[in-house]
């Protein structure tokens, strides 16, 4: 039996639409609020934010949503993108599990964002937007929208964690060579980010202060817009193109998932792969089991609250309902920056609740184990953030072979980790330890949620 078996689609199989799961929830989820007056929000409160399209799809209740022309010409450059069969990890597992999972590195950027980054830059660049802002992390989401600020011709501005500025400069090189201006946030550009550096200068910053800093600069100018990576409807919504094409895959493989995995940090690339397949189930076909697997140090979905925040710490953009540690929550400074954010996606938030997914948590060091097993097995070295999902999927492979049970898993491999080699040296050094949040700082993050009538 061969060892190596890859499921590839041709371009023509390419899904022409993304797919909404607004249509099919059993019940809606909770109206978007204005922080002031705590009505519903409307499209006008978010046009200095947004374009319009984006904003109709956040709203939409359309199952498909027709992929523009000029983004699936980008999308060419790698998608279709692979999906692999686990063969050396499931033998070295001697787990009786098929594993597949679907890779999202090949993108030009390494991660899932392009697939989002190239379809708001395409609306942003229709509305006659020149300017973008937004925040990044890790860096994977600056790069992907520096890459598509580049093909549309937008100027963008990042605001970057200062803990990952600092940790990974060759992030902060690529988003350069796309034509990207960085500034490290807390940074003193913003009325809010002199604030934050006034009162803790050594600030290591959070995706929460960046936003606050992106959303200030963009609400300032008419031709400025701005641009977020993940949590939002339309942005899971941009995503979904993984699931739909895993969903080719897998048939094409003669399989079909008993459980869907991916790691997530504000839902988006979990959503992506998880949604066409819970709609599915919505829609009377079958129901895998759906996991979300999440950091340990920053544990929305498994400690967070349920309840109305804001998305950012400096309280300017609207209150969403979601599992949140609160807004003024910092997020100890572990490696897979891209999963340190206080809230998770509304609809993830939405859909947790009816209890149509679950949710684990895992801790930094078992995580990079299974990431250095997965890349002694598959060639594949992941980013930290896919390493949540290969160390949930494992977990799911061992219960199989305990159970006796051959089920088949599927995960999402959101990224490559060529740009955290820092973090994986200082997992070999034994360097690397379990962060872990201030419980007394969690407490008064949730005890200062903003109080919203029922
Ligand atoms: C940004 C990122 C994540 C986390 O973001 P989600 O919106 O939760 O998907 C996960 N993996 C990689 C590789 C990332 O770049």
């Not at 796309?178 to 550096?197: D, F, H, I, Q, W």
Request: charged fraction near 20%; hydrophobic fraction near 40%.
């Amino acid at each position: 039996m061969s060892l190596q078996t890859k499921y590839l689609l041709n371009e023509s199989q390419m899904p022409k639409f993304w797919y909404n799961i607004q249509a099919d929830l059993p019940s809606p989820a909770p109206a978007v609020l204005h922080p002031g007056t705590l009505q519903p929000v409307g499209p006008d409160d978010l046009a200095p934010l947004f374009p319009m399209e984006l904003i109709m799809q956040e709203v939409s209740t359309e199952r498909e949503i027709e992929i523009p022309e000029p983004v699936r010409d980008v999308y060419r450059a790698w998608r279709p993108a692979p999906l692999y069969r686990a063969h050396r990890l499931e033998k070295a597992l001697g787990t009786p599990a098929k594993i597949f999972y679907k890779y999202e590195g090949v993108s030009p950027a390494g991660s899932h964002k392009p697939n989002t980054a190239v379809a708001q830059a395409f609306y942003h660049k229709k509305a006659g937007v020149k300017r973008l802002t937004t925040e990044t992390g890790a860096g994977q989401w600056g790069t992907a929208l520096s890459y598509a600020g580049a093909l549309f011709g937008l100027q963008v501005e990042i605001y970057q964690v200062r803990v990952s500025y600092d940790q990974k400069p060759y992030r902060r090189a690529v988003m350069e060579t796309y034509g990207a201006r960085c500034v490290a946030s807390p940074s003193n550009e913003t009325v809010y980010g002199r604030s934050v550096l006034a009162k803790t200068p050594d600030h290591p910053g959070s995706l929460g202060i960046a936003i606050s800093e992106a959303v200030e600069m963009a609400v300032q100018r008419e031709d400025t817009k701005y641009a977020l990576g993940s949590v939002l409807n339309h942005v899971l919504l941009h995503q979904t193109i993984i699931g739909l094409e895993a969903m080719e895959q897998m048939q094409m493989a003669d399989a079909w998932p008993d459980v869907v995995l991916a790691c997530a940090g504000g839902g988006s690339n979990f959503a992506g792969l998880a949604f066409p397949f819970i709609g599915d189930g919505l829609r009377g076909g079958q129901k895998p089991r759906i996991v979300a697997v999440e950091p340990a140090a920053c544990p929305s979905l498994t400690r967070g609250k349920y309840a109305y925040d804001f998305g950012d710490t400096g309280r300017m953009t609207p209150l969403s309902k979601m599992h949140t540690l609160g807004s003024q929550f910092t997020p100890p400074g572990f490696h897979a920056g891209g999963l340190r954010y206080h809230g998770m996606a509304p609809l993830v938030s939405h859909l947790k609740e009816l209890g149509l997914l679950e949710a684990v948590a895992y801790n930094q060091v078992e995580c990079f184990e299974a990431g250095v097993l997965f890349a002694r097995n598959e060639g594949i070295v992941p980013a930290p953030e896919a390493n949540h999902a290969i160390k949930g999927a494992i977990e799911e492979a061992l219960r199989c072979k305990r159970e006796g049970k051959s089920e088949t898993i599927l995960f999402n491999l959101s990224g490559h980790g060529h740009f955290d080699m820092v973090a994986y040296q200082k997992y070999f050094a034994g360097e690397l330890s379990d962060e872990s949040y201030d419980e007394k700082e969690l407490a008064a993050s949730l005890a200062g949620l903003p109080s919203v009538p029922a």
